[in-house]
């Protein structure tokens, strides 16, 4: 089998990092060599209402989603002075925004005033004016201007600056916590995750595409992002009945990696370590250290991509909506670099196809499991010991919802690399 080698400067990665991601490849191919492949110890039971009692919901929104780091965008969805982005994570509305100094703001998006929208989608802009009464936020979310100042009356301007929450930016995405109180910088939470996925080099990287899809609870919607034992069933008529259902999983605190023991079927691409056959080493490309579906905690998955031999990923982002039964699954396409004219349409298909498979496949199925869940007969639902990923991912959200605010640094900080 013939590598297609696509020479690329080495990105920096620290040595910790490295050393992690030296070990998961000699661990897969130790695996691939004696046919050996780890369960989890046993099946593990969840009550079924965690996916759609209210009251669980409002738990996971305060004490996970506004408590730990979010991927809110990858850098390169931002790149220059004013480019912003809108979205909204379980009912909070936000502005991401760049400044002329080059710093990333998150902000909420919330004229401060009375509550009026300050943006809505993406663009550029030098301030932010309301649509509704016309004050103007600086980038930074500074009010510059009241309208009819002296009619208004006497307000402290320095106190009405929009909501700022605490915001990092990191190998090339855009964590923030989504609390305005957090004591905590996002990028001490982040455990080291920065640093195994920083080989990407995702800083350089350019946009290429966004789709939003809609779907039910947001832990049905990335379930399916944490197994791969429904690939050779559900997406049969997609992927294929021959793919693999199993996966090697490696957790780095809350976050994982899912690996297939086996390549994508066709000419081996450029991350595949079982082509490559040994651990890559200085001289060789750090594809095939970064293989695999990357899933940054709570919601979060990376994978790569190669349409027309140029590397890509799918950066795909499920949020819960402002229900406990709705979500919102974010596929953005990010090219290593700026796709031509026929990288792009390969690009375009590629995206059209994954939205197909999770718009058309994933997500009806998860819609389906709601309403079904939902009826409160189903008691429990089984993640078998072929599906550690989802056993983590389960108990992980349970260590967040219990832990106090004061143990998260310990918590998360320390928990991939150390530092
Ligand atoms: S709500 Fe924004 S100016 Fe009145
Ligand atoms: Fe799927």
């Not at 046993?42 to 009251?55: E, F, G, K, L, N």
């Not at 990858?74 to 502005?95: H, M």
């Not at 932010?128 to 510059?144: E, M, N, R, S, V």
């Not at 059209?352 to 994933?362: I, R």
């Amino acid at each position: 089998m013939t590598i297609m080698t696509t020479r690329r400067p080495k990105a920096a990665l620290a040595d910790p990092a490295r050393r992690i991601l030296e070990h998961h490849a000699a661990a897969l191919l130790q695996h691939t060599a004696e046919q050996t492949f780890p369960l989890a110890a046993a099946v593990m039971r969840r009550d079924a209402a965690h996916y759609t009692c209210p009251d669980r919901f409002v738990l996971e929104k305060q004490r996970v989603f506004s408590r730990v780091p979010l991927v809110l965008a990858a850098s390169c969805e931002v790149p220059g002075p004013g480019d912003y982005k809108t979205l909204d994570v379980a009912g909070i509305p936000i502005l991401l925004v760049r400044d002329r100094r080059g710093a990333v703001h998150a902000l909420l998006n919330s004229c401060t005033h009375r509550g009026a929208a300050l943006a809505s989608g993406c663009g550029a802009a030098a301030r932010f004016t309301c649509p509704y009464h016309g004050w103007t936020f600086a980038q930074d979310g500074a009010l510059i201007g009241i309208a009819s100042a002296a009619d208004f009356g006497a307000v402290e301007k320095a106190a009405l600056a929009m909501k700022r929450f605490p915001v990092a930016e990191r190998a090339g995405l855009v964590w923030a916590i989504l609390d305005p109180a957090s004591p905590h910088d996002p990028a001490d939470l982040l455990g080291g995750i920065d640093d195994l996925i920083a080989g990407f080099g995702l800083e350089s990287w350019t946009h290429v595409a966004t789709r939003t899809l809609h779907g039910p609870n947001w832990k049905l919607a990335f379930d399916a992002h944490l197994e791969f034992y429904h690939v050779p069933v559900l997406h049969r008529e997609t992927f294929g009945p021959d793919r693999s259902n199993r996966a090697f999983y490696f957790a780095q605190g809350p976050h994982q990696r899912v690996i297939a023991p086996q390549a994508r079927p066709g000419p081996a691409s450029p991350d595949d370590l079982y082509a490559l056959g040994h651990v890559p080493g200085a001289d060789d490309p750090m594809d095939p250290l970064l293989m695999g579906e990357w899933i940054l905690f709570p919601g979060v998955s990376i994978n790569t991509f190669y349409p027309n031999g140029q590397r890509a990923v799918l950066l795909s982002v499920v949020m819960p909506g402002a229900e406990v039964g709705a979500s919102t699954t974010t596929q953005t396409f990010l090219a290593e670099a700026a796709p031509d004219d026929a990288t792009r349409a390969m690009m375009d298909d590629l995206g059209a196809f994954l939205a197909h498979v999770v718009g058309d496949e994933d997500l009806p199925t998860s819609a389906f499991q709601q309403k079904a869940l939902g009826t409160g007969m189903m008691g429990d639902v089984y993640f078998g010991r072929n599906e550690g990923g989802l056993q983590h991912f389960h108990g992980w959200l349970d260590r967040l919802i219990a832990a106090a605010e004061a143990d998260l640094p310990a918590l998360l900080g320390a928990s991939c690399l150390p530092r």
